[in-house]
């Protein structure tokens, strides 16, 4: 039981270093990246979700 919780926070935490990389590549406010960046910090499970539904998304590549 706690290699599984373990590996579900190791989980939890490649995926909110995802969101943060993404928010700080967005092309959204200053304001708002830290608005984001401190919701993911503060609520890792809740704001990932609330992120991936309703947050910034990256800049758009040009190739």
Do not use: N, Q
């Amino acid at each position: 039981m706690l290699e599984v919780t373990g590996l579900g926070g190791l989980i939890i935490l490649i995926l909110d270093i995802w969101a943060i990389v993404s928010i700080i590549g967005s092309s959204a406010s200053t304001g708002s990246k830290v608005l984001w960046t401190l919701l993911v910090l503060l609520l890792p499970v809740v704001g990932f979700l609330i992120w991936l539904v309703a947050g910034p998304r990256s800049a758009p590549r040009h190739i």
